[in-house]
């Protein structure tokens, strides 16, 4: 990276959306930087041909169900893989270094608008694992739908996930979400797995008791 004084930022505010760089490289870098129209770029119209094929090999009454199955084990696999895998923190060496690099950074810079949706070249080669997977456990007939359905829900998320930081206070489920969310990140990072689907922080007993008693 080419060499300049080094810019720090003057208010909390500043600091939580200054994200420093993940990669010294600027073009690898870059490459973890996303707009949040780059996910509904990619994955709508995936989406909507996923569903359409589906459609097409079982018909629209066991192609929706199949769709819902999806989407549901999309909320469960959010909730996991947050809980899971991004709030698995190594305290030293490489595993330390990959955890900041995939959510430590989000918690230490959470207001930075291009580190709120994942980047594709994380969410392609996942979203073609997955689909290949379901191709496996279900067959290409039902993969289909199953898979619109699943990448519905990853939309869903990434674009929830992007409005709880930057978008309008919208609604009373937005206020609820936002404040779930808002609690993981500022009183206790132990709760509010879930962005889009808080019932399973419900059923897996990490629902924000604070959020509970509020209510």
Known sequence: MEDGPISRPATRAELLRASPPIFETRTLDRLTRVHPAVPVLIFLPAVTAFLVAGVRALGPKEAVPAALFGYMFWTFSEYWIHRGLFHFEPEHGVGARLHWMIHGVHHDHPNDPRRLVMPPVVSLPLGTAFFF??????????????????????????????????????????????????????????????????????????????????R
């Open 133 to 214: 997977a379901f191709v496996g456990a279900f067959g290409l007939s039902d993969a289909w739908s199953i898979a619109a359905g699943f990448f519905a829900g990853y939309l869903v998320y990434d674009m929830i996930h992007f409005a709880l930081h930057h978008g309008p206070k919208a609604g009373r489920v937005g206020k609820l979400l936002r404040e779930l969310h808002m609690r993981h990140h500022f009183e206790d990072d132990t709760c509010g797995y879930a962005i889009s689907a808080p019932w399973w922080d419900a059923v897996f007993g990490t629902y924000s008791p604070r959020a509970r008693s509020s």
